[in-house]
C-alpha cells in the first residue's frame, strides 16, 4: 500500500530536549516536504526537499532542522524544543515530475507538546 | 506571492442542504489550484485539483469546484451534504514562481464544515 507514515503519532516532552519525528515513504518520491498545522493558520511549510541531499527553507524554519541521506526518509529534528513549537506536524511526498500540479500524499500527522 | 483566503472557519448545513465553501486565491502568475480533506485525527486528502483546461472540476465524494479567474475562486460545492462529510477543507494553491517555491502548497485557513441531520 502506498503511504506516509510517520512517528511517533503523538510526543509529550520538556523544553529543551532534543526530537526527531520521523517520516518514510514507499512511494519513491523525490519531493518531501514538512507542514505545521496551527488552528486559523491552515497548514504552514517548515522544510522541504527535492531529492536526496537537497533541502531548503520553508516559510517557517526557525528551531528546525531537516536531513534526507535516503530518497524514502525525511526526519524533523528540534533541536531545543520550545512551547511554541507545540502543535500537530505532516509530512507529505509527491513525483517531482510535476510536482507543481501533482497530488501531495500526506502522512498521518504527529501531535506534539512541548511543555 | 501567493496567499489563499478561505472565508468562513466554521460552515454548518443540514442533511441534504447544498455545501458552498468558499476560497480566494492571490497568485502572481496563473495558479494550480486544491482542495483537501481532513477527516478527524487523519492526514489530509486530495478531493480535487484544477490544473488547466476545464474550469468545472469535479472530484471524489460528489464534490466540484469552479475556478474564475475573474474573480480569483475557486469555490467548492456539493449538491447534497451528507453526515460522512463533515470534516475541515483546506484550499491550497501552488504556483511556478521562478523556480523558488518548488512544490510549496500555501494553504487557506481552512473550514469546518458541521453536518446537522
Known amino acids: 500500500e502506498a503511504q506516509v507514515t510517520q512517528n511517533p503519532r503523538y510526543l509529550i516532552t520538556v523544553t529543551g530536549k532534543k526530537l526527531t519525528v520521523t517520516c518514510s515513504q514507499n512511494?519513491?518520491?523525490?519531493?518531501m516536504s514538512w507542514y505545521r498545522q496551527d488552528p486559523g493558520l491552515g497548514l504552514r511549510q517548515i522544510y522541504y526537499?527535492?531529492?536526496?541531499?537537497?533541502?531548503d527553507k520553508g516559510d517557517v524554519p526557525e528551531g528546525y532542522k531537516v536531513s534526507r541521506k535516503e530518497k524514502r526518509n525525511f526526519p524533523l529534528i528540534l533541536e531545543s524544543p520550545s512551547p511554541n513549537q507545540t502543535s500537530l506536524y505532516f509530512c507529505?511526498?509527491?513525483?517531482?515530475?510535476?510536482?507543481?500540479?501533482?497530488?501531495?500524499?500526506f502522512g498521518p500527522g504527529t501531535r506534539l507538546t512541548v511543555l | 506571492a501567493q496567499s489563499v483566503t478561505q472565508l468562513g472557519s466554521h460552515v454548518s448545513v443540514s442533511e441534504g442542504a447544498l455545501v458552498l465553501l468558499r476560497c480566494n486565491y492571490s497568485?502572481?502568475?496563473?495558479?494550480?489550484l486544491f482542495w483537501y480533506v481532513q477527516y478527524p485525527n487523519q492526514g489530509l486528502q486530495l478531493l480535487l485539483k484544477?490544473?488547466?483546461?476545464?474550469?468545472l472540476v469535479k472530484g471524489i465524494n460528489g464534490f466540484e469546484a469552479e475556478f474564475k479567474k475573474s474573480e480569483t475562486s475557486f469555490h467548492l460545492t456539493k449538491p447534497s451534504a451528507h453526515m460522512s462529510d463533515a470534516a475541515e477543507y483546506f484550499c491550497?494553491?501552488?504556483?511556478?514562481?521562478?523556480?523558488?517555491?518548488?512544490?510549496?502548497?500555501?494553504f487557506g485557513q481552512g473550514t469546518i464544515l458541521t453536518v446537522h441531520p
Open positions: 484544477y490544473t488547466t483546461g476545464a474550469t
Open positions: 491550497a494553491v501552488s504556483e511556478d514562481a521562478g523556480g523558488t517555491s518548488y512544490g510549496k502548497l500555501t
Open positions: 512511494m519513491n518520491h523525490e519531493y
Open positions: 526537499s527535492m531529492n536526496v541531499e537537497v533541502t
Open positions: 507529505a511526498s509527491s513525483s517531482r515530475t510535476g510536482f507543481l500540479y501533482n497530488e501531495q500524499f
Open positions: 497568485s502572481s502568475v496563473p495558479p494550480y
